[in-house]
């Protein structure tokens, strides 16, 4: 969904979006201690796009901050399904 800057509530099915991306991070079986990274960045990103308001340039980078940190906690091949699911978003 396109974002917007025009904060007004918060919007459910845009945060939607994210549960796909959320769930592959689980499937990854990481230690709390090194999930909560990947989290973090998830996190941002949930509070970019829940209320609109949002700049397409500030998600574009927390997008390449979540692939590289996924990249770096499980490398490519293992991370495969969550950047499939984040090239979904």
């Given at each position: ?9 918060y919007d459910a099915a845009r945060v939607a979006h994210l549960k796909p991306i959320r769930a592959a991070i689980e499937q ?62």
């Amino acid at each position: 969904m396109p974002p917007t800057n025009l904060p007004n509530r918060y919007d459910a099915a845009r945060v939607a979006h994210l549960k796909p991306i959320r769930a592959a991070i689980e499937q990854l079986g990481l230690p709390p201690i090194r999930l909560r990274k990947l989290n973090g960045i998830l996190n941002a990103l949930e509070m970019q796009i829940e209320d609109g308001g949002d700049s397409p340039e500030v998600n574009a980078h927390l997008l390449v901050a979540l692939r590289a940190g996924v990249i770096h906690q499980v490398g490519v091949e293992k991370a495969q399904p969550v950047l499939t699911r984040i090239d979904a978003f």
